[in-house]
T-cell receptor
Framework: GAGVSQSPSNKVTEKGKDVELRCDPISGHTALYWYRQSLGQGLEFLIYFQGNSAPDKSGLPSDRFSAERTGGSVSTLTIQRTQQEDSAVYLC???????????FGPGTRLTVT | AQKVTQAQTEISVVEKEDVTLDCVYETRDTTYYLFWYKQPPSGELVFLIRRNSFDEQNEISGRYSWNFQKSTSSFNFTITASQVVDSAVYFCALSGYNNDMRFGAGTRLTVKP
């Protein structure tokens, strides 16, 4: 079956522009996570959605970051007024429920010039 | 707050050597889940194992084995008779009561032929 997909795979943007990153989770997975991975670094938790509950936004680094999940499926991560330090790979993962293993997408590599 | 520490940043071994990747965690939750993920050079994270906090039984899967010890808050991962294909970054992760998944910084394993 289809795994987690993310688009675009690569995004180059100028400092100050807004970007939207998309994640299509595995069908039927109620939990969806966004992470950020800077070059050679670990995974930094950003935000977590579970069903129709309010998302856990505790990992968002600033108010320039926001995310939504429409209809309990597709999610969009938006970064406003991008900065060079936002350059990283943004990973999306989904799981059947919060306590089972997460399946990761291939990531979106964001480069802010 | 959840915290996962992988003290070994990089490990290099020669093929057929055994290698242990350390993972130490911190949590105040009594119910929690521990995970190991592999990130090969291709980049996509792959789930390896999940353990819950009530099951301290060690697990073996082929050349992989995991040693979970609550007394030392450790969940170590051993690869027996390592192979070049084991070269990857390995992440240990912890999910607690609030389902807030936290990853360690990762250990980069290089297996040389």
């Amino acid at each position: 079956g289809a795994g987690v997909s993310q688009s675009p795979s690569n995004k180059v943007t100028e400092k100050g522009k807004d970007v939207e990153l998309r994640c299509d989770p595995i069908s039927g997975h109620t939990a969806l996570y966004w992470y950020r991975q800077s070059l050679g670094q670990g995974l930094e938790f950003l935000i977590y959605f579970q069903g129709n509950s309010a998302p856990d936004k505790s990992g968002l680094p600033s108010d320039r970051f926001s995310a939504e999940r429409t209809g309990g499926s597709v999610s969009t991560l938006t970064i406003q007024r991008t900065q060079q330090e936002d350059s990283a790979v943004y990973l999306c993962a989904s799981s059947l429920d919060p306590i089972t293993e997460q399946y990761f997408g291939p990531g979106t590599r964001l480069t802010v010039t | 707050a959840q915290k996962v520490t992988q003290a070994q940043t990089e490990i290099s071994v020669v093929e057929k050597e055994d290698v242990t990747l350390d993972c130490v965690y911190e949590t105040r939750d009594t119910t929690y889940y521990l995970f190991w993920y592999k990130q090969p050079p291709s980049g996509e994270l792959v789930f390896l194992i999940r353990r819950n906090s009530f099951d301290e039984q060690n697990e073996i899967s082929g050349r992989y084995s995991w040693n979970f010890q609550k007394s030392t808050s450790s969940f170590n991962f051993t690869i027996t008779a390592s192979q070049v294909v084991d070269s990857a970054v390995y992440f240990c992760a912890l999910s607690g009561y609030n389902n807030d998944m936290r990853f360690g910084a990762g250990t980069r394993l290089t297996v040389k032929p």
